[in-house]
């Protein structure tokens, strides 16, 4: 028999992945949060989570059952809210990387925010992250660039992405409309740190292409890489959605593959609601940024 307290338990465990602050949220006893999920795991026939290391990870299955109890929690929420005030004010939660929020979501928000279909709670993470969000029903819907299929992930293309390489408007490389791998020898790159995705894909490209190339500085995000160009330490490869600051210059880098951003939700997820509602609505807008952007090509 399914304990739906054990369940809701183990839910905040989820969110923790951490015996001692779970039970201190649920205000209960380190050993008897640890009966309870042991309970729930033996109802179930399921292993729950396993010890990675020093830290603590949800199994696949107890992916889907995290997913599982916050549906039903919902469900509960939204149920007790109409039946009390005719209407229910749960968030709708979207998931996605800062550089989706910066350049890619913003008229999508506005626009969801303007239909008043409900509150609107947002979670910043990076790509595996925000997987993880829709796959455990921390969140309704995410926005991801996928480099492959997902199991349990519906997903809608949003949008596709080139990359460009960015620089001051007096490097010498600003005279060409566009550069070649080979443009790029010797150069010194503004770069994230060594286990992001981006950084990888420009170190294999270069790789390949036997292009040798250094690092000048390694940060994480595009306004910080952005900031870094714009004070000389290096020219960067970013995505052509992100915004320049005064005095840079972008050209496009056709040998590098263009990146796919996805729309993401949990398969056999409701999409119906506030949830598809906003689903529809990143969709539509989903190509907004390419106004601007080709404005910025133009200009300069």
Known sequence: MLSLSFLSAFVVFSEHLNFTRAARALH??????????????????????????????????????????????????????????GESREPVVLCAGEGSYLYLLGEAIRAFLASAQAPLRLLTRDRAATVDAITTGEAHVGVAPLESATDGLAVDRLTEVSQV?????????????????????????????????????????????GVPWEAAVEANGWELMLHFVRLGVGVAVVNACCRLPRGLVARPLPELPRQVFYVIRRRGSDRSGAPGRLREMLIAHGSAWQKSAAHRMQRT
Do not use: C, W
Request: glycine share 6%; net charge positive; hydrophobic share 45%.
């Open 28 to 85: 209960l006893s380190q050993p008897a949060l640890h009966v309870q999920i042991k309970k729930l795991a033996e109802s179930l026939g399921v292993t729950l989570y396993q010890r990675r290391g020093q830290r603590l990870e949800l199994t696949l299955d107890g992916k889907r059952v995290a997913a599982f109890g916050r549906e039903m929690g919902e469900r509960a929420r939204v149920f007790l809210d109409v039946l009390r005030t």
């Open 165 to 209: 390489l960015v620089m001051p408007e007096a490097h010498p490389l600003a005279r060409k409309r566009r550069i070649m791998l080979r443009d790029l020898a010797g150069a010194r790159l503004v770069v994230p740190d060594r286990n992001r995705p981006h950084r990888a894909l420009i170190a294999q490209a270069l790789l390949s292409a």
